[in-house]
């Protein structure tokens, strides 16, 4: 495992790509830095289409094997890579709060031990599949699951390590082999990630990871031809040039997209457990996908509401993500900070209201405040574009109806909150929501067996349990005649 490595946060890292079960470093590079207080971390190679085709070749050359060894011959690989991950929470949940800024406690605690669960889980996920048939009258349907081949991973660097996992686990499981595309603003962990995938002994070639720009190696990954599965997290404006890329070659594409999820909260709710959840959409800075930005408030109890989400809000304190005291860290880059800040000035000039927050956070160049807007309508581009930073908006209703029209009133659809007490109520609004999935009386629980996706802008397909799994393989029924064998 020579080549080109640095420390980062007393860490050993490689900078260069691992393909074919050894390290190939480029030519060109690219800097990578750290958003808490812009150090320059590390140059990465940067690849491209000869990068993108020796590690696709790499993996179509693995899988054969990789695919015979079936669910339980891959299970002691991917359980070792998995004990790798938790044997090096301290190293990775460090890396990973340099590279995006994200908070070192959650990252210790939460977010790296999620990404070990991830592999372990769907290898144990995998053994569940084998053996299912379906009887009819006249045969008996034998499912299989077969492998589908070489998987192309694109991650967003908002979670990188376990939003990777996330794939790479149902992906290997499934018995195929993967080339990952790590975020070029957050590259460290993946790479990472690879030296615990040799260490566990999975074989050259099963996993790669090619580092780079998206536009130029992630493009050259999409569009090459030797490909069977695209799975992308990221934006909705990037999931449509992957989709033209994998039409082209009917190449099956996940996509798990932005969202503008609504976040309601009807006069039964627990209100101080709803201002608690509330305050915390602010967590990582915003830079969370599912997030509940668009508060909803029944309008009886709007304004007790306000100030239980005040007070909750005054105890996001914005500082360095490695201080145990920090609930709001930086945004992720200074292009990723000038669309935060655009979006708040525009909204400004539209004629929203700042109940608090509104600029840059007297901490440092990227640390944005924690901004509540009030004066919304509905068709205020604050009110329908992801932001991906700490920016909520207010607004109320008066009933069931109002609040399910305006919820549904976005292009998105990849989740929503809901508090009440009423059961009734509470799931005959979820019902009538559009969206992948919505949290009643909780947020941000993601159960590994439920399926999990977007619908409408915010996604393509579902991950998670058996719909992983369907999406990674490719189901074969044999149908058998009964009586029909000697």
């Avoid at 946060?9 to 190939?24: C, F, K, L, N, Y």
């Avoid at 400004?348 to 509104?358: E, F, I, Q, T």
């Avoid at 909780?442 to 393509?460: H, N």
């Amino acid at each position: 495992m020579s080549g080109n490595r640095v420390k980062v946060a007393g860490v050993e890292v490689s900078t260069d790509h691992w393909i074919g079960g050894r390290r190939v470093a480029s030519k060109k590079k690219f800097s990578n830095f750290s958003p808490i207080d812009g150090s320059h971390l590390a140059d990465v190679s940067a690849g491209g289409k000869a990068e993108a085709d020796a590690a696709v070749e790499a993996a179509r050359k693995a899988f054969p094997a990789w695919a015979a060894l079936g669910p339980k011959g891959r299970l002691p690989y991917l359980k070792k890579f998995a004990e790798g991950i938790k044997a090096r929470v301290n190293d990775l949940a460090a890396v990973e709060t340099m590279d995006n800024g994200s908070l070192l406690m959650g990252n210790v605690h939460r977010v790296v031990p999620r990404a070990a669960q991830n592999i372990e889980f769907f290898a144990e996920w995998a053994l569940t599949l084998d053996g299912h048939t379906i009887d009819s009258p006249e045969v008996v349907n034998h499912v299989k699951y077969d492998p589908a081949g070489v998987a192309v991973l694109i991650t967003p660097w908002n979670a990188p390590l376990m939003l990777t996992t996330w794939k790479v686990g149902p992906a290997l499981a499934a018995g195929n082999t993967v080339v990952v595309k790590p975020p070029e603003w957050a590259p460290l962990t993946c790479s990472l990630m690879a030296d615990i995938a040799h260490e566990a002994g999975l074989p050259p070639g099963v996993l790669n990871v090619v580092q780079g720009i998206g536009e130029v190696a992630g493009d050259a990954l999409v569009n090459h031809p030797d490909v069977d599965r695209i799975s992308f997290t990221g934006s909705t404006d990037t999931a449509k040039i992957i989709g033209r890329a994998a039409a082209s070659s009917i190449t099956p594409l996940s996509a798990e997209l932005g969202g503008k999820s609504p976040f309601i909260v009807c006069a039964d709710a627990d209100l101080e457990a709803a201002a608690q959840t509330v305050a915390a959409q602010y967590m990582n800075a915003g830079q969370v996908c599912l997030a509940g930005t668009r508060i909803m408030v029944e309008k009886k109890i709007e304004e007790p509401f306000l100030e239980m989400v005040r007070g909750a809000a005054s105890h996001m304190v914005v500082g360095d993500p490695r201080d145990k005291d920090t609930r709001v860290g930086p945004l992720i880059h200074k292009e990723h900070f000038d669309r935060v800040a655009g979006f708040v000035d525009r909204a400004k000039a539209d004629g929203a209201v700042p109940l608090w927050g509104g600029s840059r956070a007297n901490f440092g160049e990227l640390y944005f405040e924690p901004t509540l807007f009030a004066h919304v309508t509905p068709e205020l581009e604050i009110a329908q574009r992801e932001v991906f930073g700490p920016v909520l908006t207010w607004q109320s209703f008066s009933s069931d109806d109002e609040v399910v029209e305006l919820a549904n009133n976005t292009r998105y659809g990849l989740a929503g909150t809901l508090f009440s007490r009423n059961e009734k109520r509470a799931m005959d609004i979820a019902s009538r929501v559009t969206a992948g999935t919505i949290w009643v009386n909780c947020f941000f629980i993601r159960d590994l067996a439920a399926p999990f996706g977007g619908a409408k802008d915010s996604g393509l397909g579902r991950e998670g349990g058996t719909w992983s799994f369907d999406f990674y393989t490719d189901i074969k029924n044999i149908s058998v005649r009964k009586g029909s064998f000697a």
